[in-house]
């Protein structure tokens, strides 16, 4: 298989990248490095059947030859990027999703839409089913992220009723791992980052707000099962072991050994209080679930961390 993905030097998907790459497919990765590191494939240089293409998503795509699947994973991700990025996020949801579809559709390929957890807003349903439409404030300072991952949904579900694209969408609940950057405002690197500075570990309102973590290699592994499923409704992906953010504090001090203390602070606008995926269509739908225990990805990530803090 030949597939492209947009976002390829992002966080997932530089993993997706390496996933496509491990499963025999050629990969052509276009970012246009906006929140993209090129670090994260530099790895692949060298590898005959990888290509990077800079590129913004939001202007025509042009892909000479044959297109198999297009993994459509460009966006600012974290609350830092999106609050400074406004237009850039709406503009990749909505024109980005626009154009990607566009050229699935001429290269009769497999398409696949990166969506989010943040679909369900503030949700009033707990865990979130696929079948939840969700509590959003759209014109909050959220809202930019959330409304363009719910319009590329409609674009996407749009193509497929009315042009026939194979489409797949993912639902992507809170990741981590390597490659996350220090400072891109989640909780994971955030927390990760003071605690090896040795800083005040920042919590936000009093911590008893829930998240669930998913590794990463556990997520990807989820993304690649439903791009090579038939499952064209959305599909949660996310480890539905639920966590308060001061106890993933906590256990982030005991791992890292910091000497750190947890420090409050007011809770932004809109924060989802709760936070859960129901994994039941993923699980029989592809046969997955997460494997890795939160310890053991959390120890991986931190030794990551490390080694960037020393570089």
Same mark, same amino acid.
Request: aromatic letters at 10%; glycine letters at 8%.
């Given at each position: 298989m030949r597939s492209l993905v947009t976002g390829g030097a992002g966080f997932l998907g530089s993993h997706l990248c390496d996933r496509l790459l491990a499963e025999g497919h050629e990969v052509i990765a276009m970012? %246009?490095?906006?929140?993209?590191?090129?670090? %994260?494939?530099?790895?692949? !240089?060298? !590898? $005959? +059947?990888?290509?990077? !293409?800079?590129?913004?998503? *939001?202007? @025509?795509?042009?892909?000479?030859?044959?297109?198999?699947? #297009?993994?459509?994973?460009?966006? =600012?991700?974290? =609350?830092?990027?999106?609050? /400074?990025? $406004?237009?850039?996020? &709406?503009? #990749?949801?909505? &024109?980005? *999703?626009? %154009?990607?579809?566009?050229?699935?559709?001429?290269?009769?390929?497999?398409? &696949?839409?990166?969506?989010?957890? /943040? #679909?369900?807003?503030? $949700?009033? #349903?707990? =865990?979130?089913? !696929? *079948? @939840?439409?969700?509590?959003? %404030? $759209?014109?909050?300072?959220?809202?930019? @992220?959330? /409304?363009?991952?719910?319009?590329? /949904?409609?674009? *996407?579900?749009?193509?497929? +009723?009315?042009h026939g694209v194979d489409t797949r969408i993912v639902r992507i609940f809170n990741t981590y791992g390597e490659r996350m950057r220090p400072r891109d405002g989640r909780v994971v690197p955030a927390l990760i980052s003071q605690a090896l500075a040795r800083q005040p570990m920042t919590v936000f309102g009093d911590g008893s707000q829930t998240r669930s973590f998913c590794y990463v290699s556990d997520l990807i592994d989820g993304i690649y099962r439903l791009l090579m499923s038939r499952e064209t409704d959305p599909v949660n992906l996310g480890n539905p072991s639920e966590l308060s953010v001061l106890a993933f504090a906590k256990t982030i001090q005991k791992l890292t050994g910091t000497t750190s203390e947890i420090m409050f602070k007011p809770l932004p606008v809109d924060d989802p209080r709760v936070r859960q995926p129901d994994v039941t269509r993923a699980r029989t739908k592809l046969g997955w679930e997460p494997k890795v225990k939160l310890e053991e990805g959390l120890t991986r990530t931190i030794e990551y961390f490390r080694t960037l803090a020393s570089s």
């Open positions: 970012d %246009n490095l906006l929140t993209g590191n090129p670090h %994260n494939i530099a790895h692949l !240089e060298g !590898e $005959p +059947r990888f290509r990077f !293409e800079r590129h913004d998503v *939001t202007q @025509y795509i042009r892909i000479d030859g044959p297109l198999d699947a #297009v993994l459509h994973f460009a966006s =600012p991700a974290s =609350p830092i990027d999106y609050l /400074e990025l $406004p237009i850039q996020t &709406l503009k #990749v949801g909505s &024109l980005g *999703t626009h %154009n990607a579809l566009g050229l699935a559709m001429a290269k009769k390929a497999r398409f &696949l839409l990166a969506s989010t957890s /943040e #679909v369900y807003g503030d $949700p009033l #349903v707990h =865990p979130q089913q !696929e *079948t @939840y439409w969700g509590n959003v %404030n $759209p014109i909050g300072p959220r809202g930019v @992220y959330d /409304e363009a991952k719910r319009f590329a /949904e409609a674009m *996407t579900m749009a193509y497929h +009723r009315a």
